[in-house]
């Protein structure tokens, strides 16, 4: 039925109007379901204001950092005005420092998921499909990732020097097990009726793995990818802050040395929104990939 | 236990003898015999937790800790009673699941065509109703030709009126494709009008065979029916109380 039809017949709800008078106990309310007239203003008007008042906030609080620094509550040298850091911004946009630095650091971030993600999803998968895999795999890993990412750096400078490798190996390392622990859960909680279906349909060892554990196992790794991103983008500030000769982390040092308080907001910024960026890309993956799960 | 893809004899789908199967202490199936004949719908009754699914999982070949002799044929099938379909594959995809060949897609949508389901190849199980879903997964049991026909309670989450719908249903499409078709099921009604012999398993071991004398199309209510189903529920130890009219609303089923 539509909802004209409604409307037109003689129903006794849609004869109540909405903010009528009361009229006793038993009488009916129209319902503001979608669709209505005044429903859908009053949606648009609440959806319009969510985000404008989100944006107001927002707003609010840089006019209030940037009237504390006029009135020389914030000295410069600890927190830069926000006019001051969007200039900073600028400057460095227009010298080129800041796109080599990001373009340093992408590139690290980059290899860094690019041999730790596999990594991890190659050892889950192993280790989740056959059990002399997990008793090779599983044990050390456990006992790996108890270990703090940041602590090896000093085994890594030692054993790869204070180039790049090092720091894309500490990356792909912190990477690999958040990748390697969800992926993991996921393949040993597919529910074991699947299997049985397997056995009944008498799906071969790869059928199974291609038809099955793949798809069953993705929602985990893909929530994986979500964590695995943000390690990367921390252990990325905390190489880059140790030692090295380009990159964010690097202008930062470099800046605070000086200090020049707005280009250490301006990188900061910058992490934000690529940490930002890395999750609307996991998101879309997840929307693309992930197509039967309702709700997307 | 082992299953053999041996030939009995030609008209004979099932053997199974002395089929046992205890789950630590407790012996759920204690020397099950059982044959089935070729194209036969043998419906298999007991009350919950008695084994029924059990005997049913020896005959798929799932159950590696049966003992006894099972001869079955080489291509089995079963329908649960939750769908079993792969959230992540589209229904046509369900359907072949595990099929290869030139034939598959064309097969698959012969299958989805049989159970009414043209025009769903490309839905995703989630967006089914749960009809729907059962009459894919029948599609996907019969796309396989099986020679035993494996239904474990397959209308159990199913609303009256569907299931009536899906009753007509697997009726039709049995006798079309003639497997031999074991039905575990609790309710008597439903063995009573579909199958051609019912089993009642009591106590670990099959306490009543009878064949189902009553004319098709079947009514609940008829005498012939009413009298089985007296007996059957007496076996099953329940006390008959409908010698008046069933409490059903009279059902009519066309084969």
Known sequence: ?296 | MMIQATVVAPDVAVVAHGLRRTFGRREVLRGVDLEIRRGEFVALLGRSGSGKSTILRALAGLDRGATGDVFVPQRRAVVYQDSRLLPWARVLENVVLGLDGPDAAADGRNALREVGLTGHERDWPKTLSGGEAQRVALARALVRHPGLLLLDEPFGALDALTRIRMHALVQQLCQRHDPAVLLVTHDVDEAILLADRVLVLTDGRLSLDVPVLVERPRRIGDVAFSALRSRLLSELGVADSSDAPPVHPRQEYLT
Request: net charge positive.
């Open chain 1, 1 to 296: 039925m539509t909802l004209s039809d409604v409307r037109a017949g003689p129903s006794p709800i849609a004869a109540t109007p909405i903010d009528g008078p009361p009229t006793g106990s038993s009488a009916l309310v129209k319902l503001p379901l979608a669709g209505a007239a005044v429903a859908t203003k009053t949606t648009r008007h609440r959806s319009l204001g969510k985000g404008s008042q989100r944006l107001i906030g927002v707003v609010l609080l840089l006019g209030l950092w940037e009237l504390a620094s006029l009135a020389g509550w914030i000295r410069p040298q600890e927190l830069a005005a926000p006019t001051a850091v969007v200039s900073a911004g600028a400057h460095l946009v227009a010298t080129g420092a800041l796109q080599s630095a990001l373009w340093a650091s992408l590139q690290r971030v980059f290899w860094g998921l690019a041999i730790g993600v596999p990594l991890g999803a190659v050892l889950a998968l192993l280790a989740g499909i056959s059990r002399s895999g997990e008793n090779l795999i599983d044990a050390n890993v456990q006992m790996l990732r108890f270990v703090p990412i940041i602590g090896l750096e000093s085994l890594f400078v030692l054993w790869l020097g204070v180039g790049e490798t090092a720091k894309i190996s500490m990356i792909s390392l912190g990477v690999m097990f958040p990748i390697y622990i969800n992926t993991f859960a996921a393949v040993r909680s597919i529910d074991p009726r699947y299997h049985e279906l397997a056995d009944v349909i008498g799906l071969g060892r790869w059928q199974r793995i291609r038809r099955i554990v793949l798809p069953a196992t993705l929602p985990g790794f893909l929530i994986g990818l979500r964590m695995a991103m943000a390690v990367a983008w921390l252990l990325l500030v905390f190489a880059e802050q140790i030692n090295a000769s380009s990159g964010l982390g690097y202008l930062i040092v470099e800046a605070q040395t000086y200090f020049q308080s707005n280009v250490i907001v301006v990188c900061l910024a910058c992490y934000a929104v690529l940490g930002l960026l890395t999750d609307v890309l996991v998101r879309t993956l997840e929307r693309v990939l992930l197509p039967w799960v309702p709700g997307r």
